[in-house]
């Protein structure tokens, strides 16, 4: 089964630049879609389509993509951005959905 | 505003069965396709299965494949998930989930199913 691959932790202080890596063999024909939780809270989307972000994320979130590699990167990290992130795609045919394993990020 | 409210998780013995459900609100439910989104106590968030919006096609993932089914009612804008021949690895908090084109997302506050004897 498609399986996507990401660091179980990144840390960084505050005002530094966080970037969480998520791999998989399909990530080049298939978008991803980067997800914030914090604890007890249900889900919510801070990148979708690799690169584009909800009007209500702050412009401190972006995405990227380079061949099986995405990347969220958060700028100028704030305490409250402390969470686990989930990336989220498609298999090559789009017919199975996964998330990553998630990464907890935590701000020193 | 856009609600989604899961209901019926429950405490059901290895083997058995289980229906859930999402009734949806403030949106026009048979615009989107919906998913159903699992979470297990302290553990990460896990694809279930996924719903067109007209009903017609339904995808899985292997965990659940042959033992769960999604379904929808677009008259009564609910959604469903049947799970069968449940697992103790089944135990989760159950989330109904869909998302638009322009990035909004919505979430259930979720249904917990626990899986014991």
């Known amino acids: 089964s498609y399986e996507l691959t990401q660091p179980p932790s990144v840390s960084v202080s505050p005002g530094q630049t966080a970037r969480i890596t998520c791999s998989g063999d399909a990530l080049p024909k298939q978008y991803a879609y980067w997800y914030q939780q914090k604890p007890g809270q249900a889900p919510m989307l801070v990148i979708y389509?690799?690169?584009e972000r909800p009007s209500r994320i702050p412009a401190r979130f972006s995405g990227s993509a380079s061949g099986t590699t995405v990347t969220l990167t958060i700028s100028g990290v704030q305490a409250d951005d402390e969470a686990d992130y989930y990336c989220?795609?498609?298999?090559?045919?789009?017919?199975?959905?996964?998330f990553g394993g998630g990464t907890k990020l935590t701000v020193l | 505003d856009v609600h989604l409210v899961e209901s019926g998780g429950d405490l059901v013995q290895p083997g058995g069965s289980l229906t859930i459900s999402c009734g949806a609100s403030?949106?026009?439910?048979?615009?989107?396709?919906m998913h159903w989104v699992r979470q297990a106590p302290g553990k990460g968030l896990v694809w279930v299965a996924r719903i067109n919006s007209d009903g017609s096609s339904t995808s899985y993932a292997d965990s659940v494949r042959g033992r769960y089914t999604v379904s929808r009612d677009n008259a009564k804008n609910i959604l469903f998930l049947y799970m069968d021949s449940l697992r103790v690895e089944d135990t989760a908090v159950y989330y109904c989930?869909?998302?638009?084109?322009?990035?909004?997302?919505?979430w259930g506050q979720g249904t917990l199913v626990t899986v014991a004897s």
């Open positions: 989220q795609s498609a298999d090559s045919g789009g017919d199975c959905e996964v």
């Open positions: 403030g949106f026009i439910f048979t615009d989107y396709w």
């Open positions: 989930q869909f998302s638009t084109s322009s990035g909004d997302d919505y």
């Open positions: 389509k690799d690169t």
